[in-house]
């Protein structure tokens, strides 16, 4: 598959949360595509660390790493500043930066912050650093946020990283729209919305040491940015990934029955509550 011009050897990509899990698949993958890649994240020694494997695989092509906190905005307009003043143009943003703290409906405030801090304002910062100067080159370019079926089925058991993620969905829906009908703008936004997937977020809380083994049925990263980079060539807005246990169709019936809890007056996650138990699998099946 030919994949658009913005992909192309020499473009230039941008990308945050890129010394692991999807942000680094990406990483490498536009490296393989020929792209110069700034890979920015807030892990300083896991970002050069990450890089350095990147350039032994394409030595020909530029890296830059940045260190920056997505939850700053001040830092998302030095990094722009600084990729323009040394690559001239974005071609490719990536807000992919993302965090995981177990959070209550009622409890454990300060979790709830820096998650909405990193995860939604993150990509707010990205959108509003980098936009304007994107539309400005007058060449054709992309933005891809990265957001999660957490955020549009919304089950139970993380409710701000599921209020983050859709938050994300929301803003990245509305910075297409806007795109759209600016005239004469070639920059386009896509929703990456990951199935299950194998990254550091797994496992985050986890107790370290050992070698995390690939769950069966989670997807490496790398098969969510080949899937992504297709989607985006088929004119995609919304990529939503399949994995080793969920297809498109299960992931299409999820999210119609979500919606069905507000068109036909369910309570909310009904999916979950004994009461629809037998209902939702017939609509399921």
């Not at 990483?27 to 595509?33: G, K, P, Q, V, W």
């Not at 700034?38 to 830059?64: C, N």
Request: net charge negative; hydrophobic share 40%.
């Amino acid at each position: 598959m030919s994949y658009p011009d913005f992909f192309s050897p020499d473009k230039v990509a941008v990308i945050t949360g890129a010394a692991d899990g999807i942000g680094l698949a990406a990483a490498r993958r536009y490296a393989e595509l020929g792209m110069h890649v700034v890979m920015a994240d807030i892990h300083a020694e896991k970002l050069d660390a990450a890089a350095g494997t990147i350039q032994k695989r394409s030595p020909g092509q530029r890296l830059d790493t940045q260190v920056i906190d997505v939850a700053q905005f001040t830092t998302l307009t030095v990094l722009k500043d600084h990729v323009y003043a040394e690559f001239g143009r974005v071609d490719v943003l990536m807000n992919n930066a993302g965090t995981s703290l177990p959070t209550t409906a009622w409890s454990a405030l300060a979790q709830w912050r820096q998650t909405l801090d990193v995860n939604l304002m993150g990509i707010i910062h990205g959108i509003q650093a980098f936009t304007q100067a994107m539309i400005d080159q007058g060449t054709p370019a992309v933005i891809i946020n990265t957001g999660s079926k957490q955020g549009i089925t919304n089950p139970p058991g993380n409710p701000a990283y599921n209020v983050s993620k859709a938050g994300v969905k929301s803003a990245t829906e509305a910075l297409e729209h806007a795109l759209r009908n600016t005239p004469d703008c070639q920059v386009r936004a896509h929703l990456l919305i990951p199935g299950y997937t194998f990254t550091g977020l797994t496992f985050l809380g986890q107790p370290t040491g050992g070698t995390a083994t690939q769950p069966p049925g989670a997807w490496l990263p790398a098969q969510v940015i080949n899937y992504m980079l297709d989607a985006i060539t088929r004119g995609s807005f919304y990529i939503l990934c399949p994995d080793n246990e969920v297809t498109h169709d299960d992931d299409a019936r999820r999210i119609l029955w979500a919606a069905g809890d507000l068109a036909h007056d369910r309570p909310p996650l009904s999916r979950w509550h004994p009461e629809y138990k037998d209902a939702f699998a017939k609509f399921n099946s």
